[in-house]
């Protein structure tokens, strides 16, 4: 359990790092729903403690949550799954200036919700483990996304001024970290829980990545906060 909290942490610190951008700045919407969105992230990380904290004290926290289908915290992750991508598949399709892509990206993510929804409730997957499948889903559908926001920021001119572009930040962290965790999420439906070696891979990675992701968000609110236009 203890090991949760150098990602609380960080977390943390990724949340203040934007307050602090959104302070030197007068920021366009997405980037106070970016800043939002950390928060938000982080406040769930610390209402989902609830389950760890319950089952290790043998019940002697929460007991209310005993033998119900809230004493795992699937329900809560499976739910920040699915606004998570949504948020990032809508936070980079309002960079992009083509109108195809962003009609194509809005309807996408609106058929995201709908499939995640209804797997998570025909397949009875809510409350008892994590959405392989709307994990999987979600993070090909943010692939392409950042693709395309790759592919039409070489048409523009902010070419000449990366280091000062708040996204470019927030989808390098972004990409690496589900690229990284990706082989993980498929190889768990596999490789039994019980196994030591991959239960300490599975923390290593998803420990890291966390540390990388919101490191390189940390570094963009910085950076960007000394450049007089926002993004």
């Not at 007991?63 to 936070?91: A, D, M, R």
């Not at 809005?106 to 998570?120: A, D, H, Q």
């Not at 889903?137 to 572009?165: C, N, P, Q």
Request: net charge positive; proline share 3%.
């Amino acid at each position: 359990m203890w090991g949760v909290l150098p990602v609380f942490a960080i977390e943390l610190l990724a949340a203040l790092a934007g307050t602090y951008y959104l302070t030197q700045k007068y920021p366009a919407k997405n980037s106070r729903y970016l800043v939002l969105f950390l928060w938000g992230v982080f406040i769930v990380e610390i209402l989902s403690a609830y389950a760890p904290i319950a089952h290790f004290s043998d019940y002697k926290y929460f007991s209310f949550v005993e033998c119900t289908k809230f004493g795992q915290n699937y329900w809560l992750f499976n739910i920040v799954i699915i606004v998570s991508f949504v948020f990032y598949i809508y936070y980079f399709r309002s960079f992009l200036d083509g109108i195809l892509w962003r009609k194509i990206l809005k309807y996408t993510g609106f058929s995201y919700v709908i499939l995640c929804i209804t797997n998570l409730f025909f397949f009875d997957v809510f409350f008892n483990e994590y959405s392989q499948f709307n994990t999987i889903l979600g993070t090909l559908l943010l692939i392409l996304t950042i693709a395309i926001f790759y592919f039409e920021l070489l048409k523009s001119d902010v070419l000449l001024k990366m280091k000062y572009f708040l996204p470019l930040y927030i989808s390098v962290g972004t990409l690496i970290f589900h690229l990284c965790i990706l082989p993980i999420d498929i190889y768990s439906k596999y490789i039994l829980e019980r196994n030591p070696f991959f239960l300490q891979l599975k923390t290593n990675v998803y420990l890291f990545g966390n540390i990388f992701l919101y490191s390189t968000y940390i570094l963009g609110f910085i950076k960007c906060s000394r450049k007089k236009k926002s993004y």
